[in-house]
């Protein structure tokens, strides 16, 4: 969101995520507007944010960024893990299915 200074100049703020194609568009998204919420206070309030010269606010700004992008690391390592579990939880349903249709099998060649 563009905001006026004091000298009635517009700041602009762009933001981007560059990533692979294990994070989905949505969870990009995502980590752009935490980004955007988290740094509102210093965007707004800190000099060096707002008249530093390039990369001034990087000694702030970079613990901010790593501890979101560990957080997004995390979050993709449980969809990861939560995708194993279903696939292992729909295994076994079949396993157990086929367990009892030859249990019925079974049962039916010892009433014959």
């Known amino acids: 969101d563009p ?3 004091d000298e009635h100049k517009m700041i602009v703020w ?3 995520c560059v990533h692979d194609d ?3 568009q949505d969870q990009a998204q995502s980590f752009i507007e935490k980004i955007v919420g ?3 206070i210093q965007r707004q309030e800190d000099y060096n944010w707002r008249y530093g010269e390039l990369l001034a606010a990087q000694q702030t700004f970079a613990p901010i960024l790593m501890q979101r992008m560990q957080e997004v690391a995390y979050m993709g390592r449980m969809a990861m893990v939560n995708e194993q579990v279903d696939t292992v939880k729909e295994v076994m349903a079949k396993n157990i299915e086929m367990m009892l249709q ?3 099998k079974a049962e039916d060649l010892q009433r014959e």
Do not use: W, Y
Request: net charge negative; charged share 20%; glycine share 0%.
């Open 14 to 16: 762009k933001f981007c």
């Open 102 to 104: 030859n249990t019925d």
């Open 22 to 24: 294990t994070l989905q």
């Open 3 to 5: 905001i006026m200074t």
């Open 38 to 40: 988290i740094t509102e």
